[in-house]
Structure formats: C-alpha cells, structure tokens
C-alpha cells in the first residue's frame, strides 16, 4: 500500500522569505513522487516530479523538491517565496513497479500555503 | 491546446436524480481517473481505467458507475446522488507504461446534492 503525509495544514511565510512545505511517503518498493499545486477555482497543476537520479528536482515557478530516501520525505521548497504563491499544494506518490491499479496517485491532504507582504 | 475537460462545472441536484459528469481528454492518454476533493482528506481515487472497456474501483467507488466506451471520453455516473456525495470532482488522465507519468487534471465539477 503507497500513503502520503503532508503534515502541516497551512503555512505561512512573509514575501521573499524562503519556503518549504513537508510531504512524508510510504511505499513498499522504490517511489514515484510528485507535486502538485491549486488555485481557487481551478483544477491541479503538475508543479514536478522525482522519478530517478538526482534527489533535487527542478520544476516550475523556481519550485523544487529534495528526495530523502532514508527519511521517506520529499519536501517542496522555493528559495524567495511570492504572494502569487499562495495556493494549496498536493504531495502525490505511486510505486515505481506497477502492481494493478494503473498509474494510481495517492494524494496527501494538502498543505495550504499562504505568503504575505 | 492539450487538456482534459469536464462538464457541467458546477452542479446542484436533487436527492435521487441520476446525473453524468462528462470527461474528455485530446492527448490520446490510456489512463483515466475519477477523483473527489473534500476538505481535510485531499484527493481520493473514485474509479479508474486503463483502455477502452477497461475499469476498475478505486478507494471510493460506492454510488458511482463509469464507462469507457471511447478512449477520449470518460464519464461518472451517479444513479441514484445522496446529500454524502457533494463534493468537488475531477477527472484525470495519463499516458500508461513503466515510465513516471505525471497526470493532467480537469478543472473540476462542483456537485451539490441536497
């Protein structure tokens, strides 16, 4: 069985600071891992993914992610966050070797994000 | 422009009347998903399907059906709505194989029974 936790409901941060909002894992063999992000009204955006080699993933909007094997985590980060930020960001994870269910995502909770002048 | 669609965007309905949410994606994608989005418990698989005329349940199939009877379209049918089923709903869609696919959502359905 593949589970998510994004343990923080929301987070807060001033503008320019840095940002990191934390996703926890479990799956039984090697992780598909994945961002994504919303915003009011609208439906999720690929935001990146970590599927192999190199643990820090670059993705969209100056977002990337650090794989942490030993500690199951995939946390996303931005290094000078933007108001225009503010969304609700979703952690995903599928087992790399698929055992039925197809290209099934589980989803974490999501974690609200939301960065004030 | 690459993109999965739903329609009606936003629903309100009666208790008991059959309704189909309409999902259709252009990128030729093998995979297909429903999904809903409450609050504090993120985004739970309803169905999902793999090709044509193949479906299967996911973690939250009880009072949906689907069908797949054209790889482009993929709707959620609820035959018989309950005030339980007001949720936000979208549907996804990805390439299949070994590789990492990431999937392309729609912009969601907004359903509210009463």
């Known amino acids: 069985a593949q589970s998510v936790a994004q343990p923080e409901d929301q987070v807060n941060v001033a503008e320019g600071n840095p940002l990191t909002v934390k996703c926890t894992y479990s799956v039984s063999g090697n992780p598909y891992l994945f961002w994504y992000v919303q915003y009011p009204n609208r439906g999720l955006q690929f935001l990146l993914k970590y599927i192999t080699g190199d643990n820090l993933v670059k993705g969209s909007y100056g977002f990337e992610a650090e794989f942490n094997k030993s500690q199951t985590s995939f946390h996303l980060k931005k290094p000078s966050a933007l108001v225009s930020d503010s969304a609700l960001y979703f952690c995903?994870?599928?087992?790399?070797?698929?055992?039925?269910?197809?290209?099934?995502?589980?989803f974490g909770t999501g974690t609200q994000l939301k960065v004030e002048l | 422009e690459a993109q999965v669609t739903q329609n009606p965007r936003y629903l309100i309905t009666v208790t008991g009347k059959k309704l189909t949410v309409t999902c259709s994606q252009n990128?030729?994608?093998?995979?297909m998903s429903w999904y809903r989005q409450d609050p504090g418990l993120g985004l739970r698989q309803i169905y999902y399907?793999?090709?044509?005329?193949?479906?299967d349940k996911g973690d939250v199939p009880e009072g949906y059906k689907v069908s797949r009877k054209e790889k482009r379209n993929f709707p959620l049918i609820l035959e018989s709505p309950s005030p339980n089923q007001t949720s936000l709903y979208f549907c996804?869609?990805?390439?299949?194989?070994?590789?990492?696919?990431?999937?392309?959502f729609g912009p969601g359905t907004r359903l509210t029974v009463t």
């Open positions: 399907s793999m090709n044509v005329e193949v479906t």
């Open positions: 995903a994870v599928r087992e790399a070797v698929l055992t039925g269910g197809g290209n099934k995502l589980t």
């Open positions: 990128m030729n994608h093998e995979y």
């Open positions: 996804a869609s990805s390439p299949m194989g070994v590789g990492g696919y990431e999937q392309y």
